[in-house]
């Protein structure tokens, strides 16, 4: 017998106890029918649900929802494949052997809130040791009256099916199996229930309520489905989730659509291959590492930011805590969005979210109805996160979140009718960001040529700027003070230059512009960045990446820098910016902001135009603001700017 599993046996019924809607346990139910063999499936399911509930469970891995009502409201029964329950069902169907709902339809049952421990212990110290531990905590409480009605119909039902069969798999509630065992043994009456019940509907859950009212978040339900038959072949290259096109394909309208769910299917595919080997239970914390960096590939793919070492642990570490504070051992998804909104960004807890939402299974259009279901129809309470511009709900109990999802193409190639006006503008917000930013680096530079003027002396008659701590403290032997004298800059900063990459090989970057300022408040622009072909994100509006930019005041006098022959001795693009910059600005400094200060040529030929560099690492800036201004759009045509806010994120 496999070491996780455990059966209570009285009789010849082999119960098997569980805790609903729980992963493990819903691979648990497939081991004990692969050792057992049995020849009748018992589960813990009233019998006037049976009709609707086999063709609901004929209909996986497509979710359906059956839909009643107990004592004036309503009442949902959600039949999803992460279930022990369902997975016992789905058994019976595959193996043709006679499945029965054993328990009992009341009109009433209370709601209880219970402090169960987390299902992944079971991973680590398997079933017999967690179903003890759980069986002395619910002998300590006093069962209500409704609860021991289903025992003892249950134990009945179960007496009756132990003399007309040899093996019986029993699959129940732990809260339940100590005292339907101890009734099995004793002499029982049919007991006094409702046979049949009218108005049970069966509908098809809508596709975008699934990370909503699932237990199991789809993601993890999708490996799962995905596991339970022999392995699909693992995909063999990455499918990209950005519009790529190449320049014909604009103009003609596009010949290539790569859509979103056929990319976030491959990221399932290839997770599926790689919690494990086939036919093991499915590891809860691989299946979040993968989660993990499935979502930090497509982040990059969208964003070109890349997720760090550094911040993978940080995510982890913060998720691992969050989940302790609620006495589990692993996070839920509301856990996981929020280590991940803020263990790194708001573009980077969508992707992760987004994967984490998708069920490739549920479609809109079913053979049957269609229901929209949200967390509050089926539990009280809720939590909200929220990060911009997109809202999560979870309901308590379930991973229950709302979302407005960014705008999407409505047919594959929409986006591309946009790109016919020759005409190409910036995106005015970006515009005011990037301007500020210029003048806060030139702030910056003037204050460090200040910092570098400055002299220390010690005090005599004046406290000049104020008292130097920092030499007063080394020179504390001398018993002096020492007061600073601040320089003062006379020329001021003229043009900025910002390297991200030097781009010397001319891979990454190749799109080369020069832009003119369209107003007397607007810089002139120079920039190398990644191809607008390579995001397409609305209807003529594209993503790109600096590589590199340079601002130039005042406007209107920058020529083409990319074709001048006077820089061709540009060691890369970088070398360039900086020195058209040596050439345009008016004053005598010019701030260069990258990661490796400029050559001692560069330096030596700004002195010779009687211009000074002032170079700032570009470790030494904030990489948030850094992060935030590298992504920037470009517009085909004016009358995009109009629209662009519906896109732009």
Same mark, same amino acid.
């Given at each position: 017998?496999?070491?996780?599993?455990?059966?209570?046996?009285?009789?010849?019924?082999?119960?098997?106890?569980?805790?609903?809607?729980?992963?493990?346990?819903?691979?648990?139910?497939?081991?004990?029918?692969?050792?057992?063999?049995?020849?009748?499936?018992?589960?813990?399911?009233?019998?006037?649900?049976?009709?609707?509930?086999?063709?609901?469970?004929?209909?996986?891995?497509?979710?359906?929802?059956?839909?009643?009502?107990?004592?004036?409201?309503?009442?949902?029964?959600?039949?999803?494949?992460?279930?022990?329950?369902?997975?016992?069902?789905?058994?019976?169907?595959?193996?043709?052997?006679?499945?029965?709902?054993?328990?009992?339809?009341?009109?009433?049952?209370?709601?209880?809130?219970?402090?169960?421990?987390?299902?992944?212990?079971?991973?680590?110290?398997?079933?017999?040791?967690?179903?003890? @531990? #759980?069986?002395?905590? =619910?002998?300590? !409480?006093?069962?209500?009256? +409704?609860?021991? /009605?289903?025992? $003892?119909?249950?134990?009945?039902?179960?007496?009756?099916?132990?003399?007309?069969?040899?093996?019986?798999?029993?699959?129940?509630?732990?809260?339940?199996?100590?005292?339907?065992?101890?009734?099995?043994?004793?002499?029982?009456?049919?007991?006094?229930?409702?046979?049949?019940?009218?108005?049970?509907?069966?509908?098809?859950?809508?596709?975008?309520?699934?990370? @909503? #009212?699932?237990?199991? =978040?789809?993601? !993890?339900?999708?490996?799962? +489905?995905?596991? /339970?038959?022999? $392995?699909?072949?693992?995909?063999?290259?990455?499918?990209?989730?950005?519009?790529?096109?190449?320049?014909?394909?604009?103009?003609?309208?596009?010949?290539?659509?790569?859509?979103?769910?056929?990319?976030?299917?491959?990221?399932?595919?290839?997770?599926?291959?790689?919690?494990?080997?086939?036919?093991?239970?499915?590891?809860?914390?691989?299946?979040?590492?993968?989660?993990?960096?499935?979502?930090?590939?497509?982040?990059?793919?969208?964003?070109?930011?890349?997720?760090?070492?550094?911040?993978?642990?940080?995510?982890?570490?913060?998720?691992?805590?969050?989940?302790?504070?609620?006495?589990?051992?692993?996070?839920?998804?509301?856990?996981?969005?929020?280590?991940?909104?803020?263990?790194?960004?708001?573009?980077?807890?969508?992707?992760?979210?987004?994967?984490?939402?998708?069920?490739?299974?549920?479609?809109?259009?079913?053979?049957?109805?269609?229901?929209?279901?949200?967390?509050?129809?089926?539990?009280?309470?809720?939590?909200?996160?929220?990060?911009?511009?997109?809202?999560?709900?979870?309901?308590?109990?379930?991973?229950?979140?709302?979302?407005?999802?960014?705008?999407?193409?409505?047919?594959?190639?929409?986006?591309?009718?946009?790109?016919?006006?020759?005409?190409?503008?910036?995106?005015?917000?970006?515009?005011?960001?990037?301007?500020?930013?210029?003048?806060?680096?030139?702030?910056?530079?003037?204050?460090?040529?200040?910092?570098?003027?400055?002299?220390?002396?010690?005090?005599?008659?004046?406290?000049?700027?104020?008292?130097?701590?920092?030499?007063?403290?080394?020179?504390?032997?001398?018993?002096?003070?020492?007061?600073?004298?601040?320089?003062?800059?006379?020329?001021?900063?003229?043009?900025?230059?910002?390297?991200?990459?030097?781009?010397?090989?001319?891979?990454?970057?190749?799109?080369?512009?020069?832009?003119?300022?369209?107003?007397?408040?607007?810089?002139?622009?120079?920039?190398?960045?990644?191809?607008?072909?390579?995001?397409?994100?609305?209807?003529?509006?594209?993503?790109?990446?600096?590589?590199?930019?340079?601002?130039?005041?005042?406007?209107?006098?920058?020529?083409?820098?990319?074709?001048?022959?006077?820089?061709?001795?540009?060691?890369?693009?970088?070398?360039?910016?900086?020195?058209?910059?040596?050439?345009?600005?008016?004053?005598?400094?010019?701030?260069?902001?990258?990661?490796?200060?400029?050559?001692?040529?560069?330096?030596?030929?700004?002195?010779?135009?009687?211009?000074?560099?002032?170079?700032?690492?570009?470790?030494?800036?904030?990489?948030?603001?850094?992060?935030?201004?590298?992504?920037?759009?470009?517009?085909?045509?004016?009358?995009?700017?109009?629209?662009?806010?519906?896109?732009?994120?």
């Amino acid at each position: 017998m496999p070491e996780r599993l455990h059966l209570e046996n009285f009789g010849n019924v082999h119960a098997l106890p569980i805790l609903h809607y729980r992963m493990e346990f819903a691979h648990l139910v497939r081991e004990a029918y692969e050792v057992l063999k049995p020849d009748c499936i018992a589960i813990e399911l009233p019998r006037t649900l049976e009709p609707q509930f086999l063709r609901a469970v004929a209909r996986l891995p497509e979710i359906s929802v059956l839909a009643y009502h107990v004592a004036g409201q309503s009442a949902f029964l959600l039949v999803e494949p992460a279930d022990p329950l369902i997975e016992g069902a789905r058994l019976a169907l595959k193996h043709r052997i006679p499945l029965h709902l054993v328990d009992i339809d009341l009109d009433s049952y209370p709601s209880h809130d219970e402090q169960l421990p987390d299902s992944y212990a079971v991973q680590r110290i398997g079933l017999e040791p967690f179903y003890r @531990e #759980v069986e002395k905590l =619910y002998r300590d !409480l006093e069962p209500c009256e +409704e609860d021991l /009605r289903r025992e $003892l119909g249950m134990a009945h039902r179960l007496q009756q099916l132990s003399a007309q069969h040899q093996r019986v798999l029993f699959i129940c509630g732990m809260s339940h199996l100590v005292r339907i065992r101890e009734n099995f043994g004793r002499p029982l009456a049919q007991p006094l229930t409702r046979t049949h019940r009218e108005g049970i509907a069966i509908f098809n859950l809508h596709p975008e309520c699934c990370h @909503e #009212v699932l237990a199991e =978040y789809p993601f !993890l339900s999708s490996l799962y +489905e995905t596991r /339970r038959s022999p $392995l699909p072949p693992e995909p063999a290259q990455a499918a990209s989730l950005r519009k790529s096109f190449n320049a014909f394909e604009l103009i003609l309208g596009g010949k290539q659509s790569i859509p979103e769910e056929q990319a976030l299917l491959e990221s399932i595919q290839r997770s599926a291959h790689r919690i494990g080997d086939e036919g093991e239970m499915p590891d809860r914390q691989k299946i979040m590492l993968r989660l993990f960096l499935e979502a930090a590939r497509h982040y990059r793919q969208e964003t070109g930011d890349k997720v760090h070492y550094w911040q993978k642990r940080a995510f982890f570490r913060f998720a691992r805590n969050y989940a302790l504070l609620s006495q589990m051992l692993l996070p839920d998804l509301y856990q996981m969005l929020a280590a991940a909104r803020g263990c790194l960004d708001d573009n980077f807890a969508y992707a992760f979210f987004r994967l984490a939402a998708h069920y490739p299974w549920q479609r809109e259009q079913s053979d049957i109805p269609t229901l929209r279901l949200s967390a509050a129809e089926l539990s009280a309470g809720t939590r909200r996160i929220r990060f911009r511009p997109r809202e999560q709900v979870r309901g308590k109990g379930r991973s229950g979140i709302k979302m407005t999802n960014r705008r999407k193409e409505k047919r594959p190639g929409d986006w591309l009718e946009g790109f016919d006006d020759p005409y190409i503008c910036s995106y005015p917000p970006e515009d005011l960001s990037i301007e500020e930013y210029g003048r806060n680096l030139k702030r910056i530079g003037a204050r460090q040529l200040s910092e570098e003027a400055s002299r220390t002396e010690p005090f005599s008659a004046s406290l000049l700027d104020g008292i130097d701590m920092r030499e007063t403290i080394r020179n504390l032997h001398e018993g002096k003070i020492y007061v600073k004298e601040n320089k003062r800059l006379k020329s001021g900063v003229g043009c900025v230059v910002v390297v991200f990459d030097e781009d010397r090989e001319d891979a990454g970057y190749p799109y080369c512009m020069t832009w003119l300022g369209e107003h007397e408040q607007e810089s002139d622009m120079a920039f190398y960045a990644t191809p607008p072909t390579d995001n397409i994100v609305g209807p003529g509006i594209s993503r790109c990446e600096y590589g590199g930019f340079l601002l130039s005041y005042p406007p209107r006098r920058m020529h083409d820098v990319w074709q001048d022959p006077d820089y061709r001795g540009a060691l890369g693009k970088g070398e360039v910016l900086l020195m058209a910059a040596l050439d345009y600005s008016l004053e005598k400094d010019v701030v260069y902001a990258a990661a490796k200060p400029p050559r001692s040529y560069l330096k030596q030929q700004a002195a010779r135009l009687g211009k000074r560099i002032i170079y700032l690492p570009l470790g030494s800036l904030s990489p948030v603001a850094l992060k935030r201004l590298r992504a920037f759009h470009i517009l085909y045509g004016k009358d995009k700017r109009d629209i662009a806010k519906d896109y732009i994120w």
